[in-house]
């Protein structure tokens, strides 16, 4: 047999909903594949549980157990990179959730994504970064993404005092880790479980909301901001990154219809310091 025959049969045994007598016969030391199918599927579904707590909350826990073990069926993980399977099973929920499944889940498990993907991105800029200028492109945070929402999944976090919502991260954060490091892998973690119980049984009414869900810079934890219209527009346009600050108004300006007047330049310089305290924006491109 070829290595890449033995991967496959492998990976088979791994993720078929059950493993043939074929397989396993090929393989060989069934019984010692079959402990193994268990921790790594045990281990992959405890990642999902830390990642995804809230959509496991929302869903209940057979339905989300369920769709779990239809993405182990389907072949399990495609990415070499463990940090990135939370992406491919949140990828493979949202493709099967059905109409009994909660309206919202769909933007619960994209905002509970963009989470999980400000926590582990790399936080450095591509280009330079000097000093905030108008007639200089804005250096928007790396980690940060924009998402426009049809229900606002993020107010359930936003409920919580600041304190509490600081440790309940925290807290997840090491839930997160301890999952990639493969501890405990028999139980939830207490962080993600408490967080699918807070869950459980909200609901949320159809409303647009676009939030920025990204990472400040020597802080570990998720952070969500939300942006009203204008805000929402130039965020869009200072993520590509080719034009400056007063091009970017300007023409988000023009395009919502808005008047540049003296009320319009104060509000805009007030976001514009409140964005670089939170560090949504880092500075301007030298």
Avoid at 32 to 41: A, N, P, S
Avoid at 84 to 94: G, K
Avoid at 234 to 259: K, Q, Y
């Amino acid at each position: 047999m070829s290595l890449a025959e033995h991967q496959r049969t492998a990976l088979r045994v791994c993720f078929d909903a059950e493993p043939s007598e074929a397989d396993l016969a090929i393989i060989g030391s069934a019984e010692r594949w079959l402990v193994y199918r268990g921790m790594v599927r045990r281990r992959l579904q405890r990642v999902a549980k830390a990642a995804l707590p809230r959509t496991e909350g929302a869903l209940g826990e057979p339905r989300f157990d369920a769709l779990l073990d239809a993405w182990f069926g389907a072949g399990g993980p495609r990415t070499p990179f463990f940090r990135a399977v939370p992406e491919e099973q949140a990828a493979f929920l949202r493709s099967h959730l059905g109409a009994s499944d909660p309206p919202w889940a769909d933007d619960l498990l994209r905002y509970e994504t963009a989470q999980w993907r400000a926590r582990y991105a790399l936080g450095e800029p591509s280009r330079p970064v000097v000093e905030f200028a108008f007639d200089r492109a804005p250096a928007v945070n790396p980690t940060l993404e924009l998402l426009r929402l049809g229900h606002p999944v993020q107010t359930l976090e936003t409920d919580l005092p600041r304190e509490r919502a600081a440790a309940a991260e925290t807290e997840a954060r090491a839930d997160v880790d301890g999952a990639l490091d493969g501890a405990a892998p028999e139980r939830q973690p207490d962080g993600a479980r408490a967080e699918a119980e807070r869950e459980a049984g909200h609901r949320y009414d159809p409303e647009p909301t676009t939030v920025c869900v990204y990472r400040r810079p020597g802080e570990v934890q998720a952070r969500t901001f939300v942006l009203n219209d204008v805000a929402a527009a130039l965020v869009e346009a200072w993520i590509r990154g080719d034009e400056t600050v007063t091009d970017s108004v300007r023409a988000v300006a023009s395009r919502l219809g808005c008047v540049i007047d003296q009320v319009f330049i104060d509000d805009l310089s007030t976001m514009l310091a409140d964005f670089l305290d939170r560090g949504l924006l880092l500075g301007a491109y030298g």
